[in-house]
């Protein structure tokens, strides 16, 4: 199967869609997926701001998966991590996921060093998620 055959059955399972395999189709567990993209940076200055707008979307919208693109990200602080924290805190409280993708690697790198990739989602592909 082709890696960009992957990505549109994810895609499609992410939309609550169907994905037909050779043995039948996989349904979508999924109500509501959201992107957020983070700051350039991500520290003490933009927290509040993006923990406002992330909390809004977890706790006031019906969203289940979040995806949170670090594309743009080239520097996040303890203040960004804790965040993320949050976050994620919070939608596994509603039995929800947040999927950390496209980090850059000194971004990827600080959470390595924090030990949070062993507790969260972080799309470490080459590919880029949609």
């Known amino acids: 199967m082709r890696s960009e055959d992957v990505l549109q ?8 869609g169907t994905l037909s395999t050779l043995g039948g189709a996989i349904t979508g567990l999924r109500r509501h997926m959201r992107r957020y993209n983070l700051p350039e940076r991500f520290d ?15 706790e ?17 602080s303890s203040a960004g991590l804790r ?19 496209r980090m850059r690697p000194p971004v990827l790198h600080i959470f390595q060093s924090a030990g949070l990739d062993k507790i969260m989602d972080i799309e470490t592909s080459a590919e880029p998620t949609p």
């Open 9 to 16: 059955g994810r895609l499609a399972l992410a939309r609550g």
């Open 44 to 58: 003490v200055n933009s927290a509040a701001t993006v923990e406002q707008e992330l909390l809004e979307i977890v």
């Open 60 to 76: 006031g919208e019906q969203v289940d998966q979040l995806v949170c693109d670090f594309s743009e990200t080239v520097y996040i």
């Open 83 to 101: 965040v993320m924290l949050l976050v994620v805190k919070q939608l596994k409280k509603k039995s929800g996921s947040c999927l950390l993708s």
